[in-house]
């Protein structure tokens, strides 16, 4: 019943304007393509920029060839931009988690995709 209901939680009137917008999509995109290199082709990678209740919502997301779906998200109420440092992060962390699902998937089974 209160599921959607932000209780507790302030609202944020983040207003980003177009260029800012497109700004944040290329960071993502850099991150999307940097977590790509670092995995098999067998992992869809995807980004996705929204309007949530506290500001502009960045999501990253790893969808592995088994196992569940492993994703970062950003909240962008303080700054804007998502740096170079923070980027290579998010990425050598969701390719890693990626790739840990995919082992714990396989339990044990070894796999051209795990290894």
Known sequence: ??????????????????????????ELSTVADRTRDLLPSEFV????????SNGPQATVAVQPPVGGIVSAN??????LTIDETQQE????????????????????????VAR
């Not at 995919?102 to 051209?112: L, M």
């Open 1 to 26: 019943m209160y599921g959607n209901t932000p209780f507790g939680e302030e609202s944020s009137d983040i207003e980003l304007s177009a260029e800012q917008r497109k700004h944040l999509r290329r």
């Open 74 to 79: 950003c909240s962008l109420t303080d700054e």
């Open 45 to 52: 990678v995807g980004s996705e920029l929204v309007d949530g």
């Open 89 to 112: 992060d998010l990425a050598v962390g969701l390719a890693a988690s990626a790739a840990l699902q995919v082992k714990q998937a396989q339990k044990g089974e070894r796999s051209a």
